[in-house]
């Protein structure tokens, strides 16, 4: 039985892994910024009562991180895998015409955060001997460049390069670091703007036909992740749910596929 902390994991990507977690047996930690877990989201867990609690935490205060760790090592007496996941995004516009508050949140959140909670899951796992740390890639991580998308397609990037050097500096030590990459996924990233409202990209056209072709619903990734996770023993590895074969035979595949999802 594994025990597990997530950041950013009160919707989306990160909610579906959580639920996947505990479906497989192991304690969870559930983060976001709100105070407490939406009522919605609780009665979906019911099930899983006694196996995850819920700790509020801004990823880009490192106080609010480590509050993580010591709320869950409190709670679980270990930690075996922490996952930063908590991610932010801006409008869908050219980079100079970002606002400096849109600029500062993908930064803090997306690098800072990453940054900080690697820091602190590594430390920590140092002094318990033994301990798993993963980061979720994005657009950028493998050097793709998307117009007016290139603030958070620059902290993925960033993302990827700390990862491998972090899985290297933890050489020898008993912890490993691997990344995450989930493809496309219907997520309020897609679907709406960091204010709510709905993105201009849904509108697209060319843009929904790709989406339509290659993305997933994040349930469906999660239910790829958690078995892999909890099995690897490889230091810096890449669990990748959209690989380039499986992309391509999308392509070719999707004039006989009905299942849209925007």
Same mark, same amino acid.
């Given at each position: $039985? ?9 919707? %989306?990507?990160?909610? #579906? ?26 009665? &979906? ?18 106080? #609010? ?9 409190? !709670?679980?007496?270990? /930690? ?7 991610? =932010?995004? +801006? ?5 100079? @015409? ?6 500062? *949140?993908?930064?803090?959140?997306? /690098? ?5 909670? &690697?820091?602190?899951?590594?430390? %920590? $796992?140092?002094?318990?001997?033994? %301990? ?9 991580? *493998?050097?793709?460049? =998307? ?8 902290? !993925?990037?960033?993302? +990827?390069?700390? $990862? ?16 995450? &990459?989930?493809? $496309? ?13 709905? &993105? @201009? ?11 339509? /072709?290659?993305?997933? !619903? ?7 992740? /958690? ?6 023993? !490889? ?28």
């Amino acid at each position: $039985m594994k025990n597990v902390v997530i950041t950013g994991s009160t919707r %989306g990507i990160g909610f #579906s892994m959580a639920t996947e977690f505990l479906r497989a047996g192991c304690n969870v930690t559930l983060s976001g910024r709100g105070e407490a877990l939406p009522e919605a989201t609780s009665a &979906s867990l019911s099930l899983f009562k006694g196996k995850y609690i819920y700790v509020p935490c801004n990823v880009q205060k490192k106080a #609010s991180l480590q509050n993580l760790w010591d709320a869950s090592l409190e !709670k679980w007496s270990r /930690i075996d895998i922490w996952i930063n996941n908590a991610g =932010q995004n +801006t409008p869908h516009m050219f980079s100079w @015409e970002t606002g400096e508050t849109y600029t500062e *949140n993908i930064i803090e959140t997306n /690098i800072t955060g990453m940054i900080y909670g &690697s820091q602190i899951s590594a430390a %920590g $796992m140092i002094k318990q001997g033994h %301990g798993a740390i993963y980061s979720m890639e994005g657009l950028g991580s *493998n050097n793709m460049i =998307q117009l007016k998308t290139i603030l958070y397609g620059t902290t !993925k990037h960033a993302l +990827t390069y700390f $990862m491998k050097g972090l899985a290297k500096e933890l050489e020898g030590t008993g912890i490993i670091a691997g990344r995450l &990459s989930p493809g $496309m996924m219907l997520t309020d990233f897609i679907t709406k703007t960091p204010d709510g409202e709905q &993105s @201009e990209v849904i509108a697209d056209e060319k843009f929904r036909k790709i989406f339509n /072709i290659l993305a997933d !619903k994040p349930e469906n990734v999660a239910k790829f992740f /958690i078995p892999r996770i909890l099995t690897n023993t !490889k230091n810096n590895a890449q669990i990748a749910w959209l690989t380039n074969r499986k992309a391509t035979w999308r392509f070719l595949t999707a004039g006989f596929r009905k299942d849209r999802l925007i």
